[in-house]
Structure formats: structure tokens, C-alpha cells
């Protein structure tokens, strides 16, 4: 069975600084991987994917993250935060194409 | 395209009662899925549709949850005999599925039920 550990549970960062925020994954098979995004009172929006190919992956609003499939991770990036990016954040591994398994989150906070 | 949209947005209702959710779906998209998310962790995979049927369900989805997409479009979660550890929010996602590039499940904005 897939299972997804995000080691972060808050991250608070300063506006234009980088941020990491990282997820491990368990699994027997090949996965798909996933980065969502989930602004206060809104809807889990994607982030990014990661299907197979390239092991590093852009996303929308300057996100990326990289595969690495020895280590298990998935660790997303960004180079600099805005105010904007406050929210919370959620890893998520499939082994098929349909059932996503969700980390617990990590709520970034970032500060002018 | 407007989304996926849920209704009720938020649901108090009394232990034992009956509840019903309502989902509608980004309009061609083929697949529905329902999750579970609880105060401070990740949602949890409930059940999911291809087009009508209903193709897995979680073990979380005890016997008196139900589900249906009757004609293929809109989705309903009905909870029956409520108990307070169903009080979640509950998330509906849609996709469309021609091939697993293009299968992005897209969310709604979730109905919180808060069961006394």
C-alpha cells in the first residue's frame, strides 16, 4: 500500500526567500506524484505532476519539484515566496490512475 | 468551465440523523471521485465513478455511506444515522479520463458537516 509522509508540518518563511517543503513516499510499485495547493476557504488546486520522463518537474506560479526515485522524495521548491503563497500544501502518491493518497500537509506561512 | 461545485457548502445536523451531499461535476468529465478530510490531515479516498458506475470503495465507506451518479453527470453522498466521528469535510473531484496525462482531478470546494 502507497503512503505519503511530509516531514514539515509548518514552515514559516520570509517574503523572497527560497522555500523547500519535502515529501516521502512509500510504495511496491511505480507512482505518480502530485504537489496541491489549498488557499484558505477555497478548493485543492494542482500544482504540479509527475508522471515519468524528466525527474524535474515545473508547475504553475514558479513551483517545481524534483523526482528522486532512489530516495523516495518529492520535494517542492521555490525559489522566492510571496505574500500570496500562504496556504497549505499537500503531497499526494497514486499507484494507479485514480486513487490519490494525501500526505498530511504543510501550512507555509509567509512574512513581509 | 465553472468548476466543480458542491452543495451544501457547510451541514449541522444531530447524531442519527440522515444527510445528503451533492456534487456537480466539470461538464464532460468522466470520472468523480469522493474524499474524506479531517481537522489537520491529508484527504482520504472514499469512493470514485467511472461515468455511472461505481468502480472502488474505500473501507472507510461503511455501510452507511452511499453513494450514486445516476445518469453519468452529478454525484450524491448520503450518510445515514450520522455519528460524531463523521463530522469532516467532505471533497468531491472530477477528471477526465482519455489517458492518465490528461487525468488531472480537479476539486471542489468541499461541504463541512459537523455532526452534534
Known amino acids: 500500500a502507497q503512503s505519503v509522509t511530509q516531514l514539515d508540518s509548518q514552515v514559516p518563511v520570509f517574503e523572497e526567500a527560497p522555500v523547500e517543503l519535502r515529501c516521502n513516499y512509500s510504495s511496491s510499485v511505480s507512482v505518480y506524484l502530485f504537489w496541491y495547493v489549498q488557499y484558505p476557504n477555497q478548493g485543492l488546486q494542482l500544482l504540479l505532476k509527475y508522471l515519468s520522463g524528466s525527474t524535474l518537474v515545473k508547475g504553475i506560479n514558479g513551483f517545481e519539484a524534483e523526482f528522486n526515485k532512489s530516495q523516495t522524495s518529492f520535494h517542492l521548491r521555490k525559489p522566492s515566496v510571496h505574500i500570496s503563497d500562504t496556504a497549505e500544501y499537500f503531497c499526494?502518491?497514486?499507484?494507479?490512475?485514480?486513487?490519490?493518497?494525501f500526505g498530511a500537509g504543510t501550512t507555509v506561512t509567509v512574512r513581509a | 468551465d465553472t468548476g466543480v461545485s458542491q452543495n451544501p457548502r457547510h451541514k449541522i445536523t444531530k447524531r442519527g440523523q440522515n444527510v445528503t451531499f451533492r456534487c456537480d461535476p466539470i461538464?464532460?468529465?468522466?470520472?468523480l471521485y469522493w474524499y474524506r478530510q479531517t481537522l489537520g490531515q491529508g484527504p482520504e479516498f472514499l469512493t470514485y465513478f467511472q461515468n455511472e458506475a461505481q468502480l472502488e470503495k474505500s473501507r472507510l465507506l461503511s455501510d452507511r455511506f452511499s453513494a450514486e451518479r445516476p445518469k453519468g453527470s452529478f454525484s450524491t453522498l448520503e450518510i445515514q444515522r450520522t455519528e460524531q466521528g463523521d463530522s469532516a469535510m467532505y471533497l468531491c473531484a472530477s477528471s477526465f479520463r482519455p489517458s492518465i496525462s490528461t487525468d488531472t482531478q480537479y476539486f471542489g470546494p468541499g461541504t463541512r458537516l459537523t455532526v452534534l
Open positions: 461538464s464532460e468529465h468522466n470520472r
Open positions: 499526494a502518491v497514486s499507484e494507479n490512475d485514480y486513487k490519490l493518497s
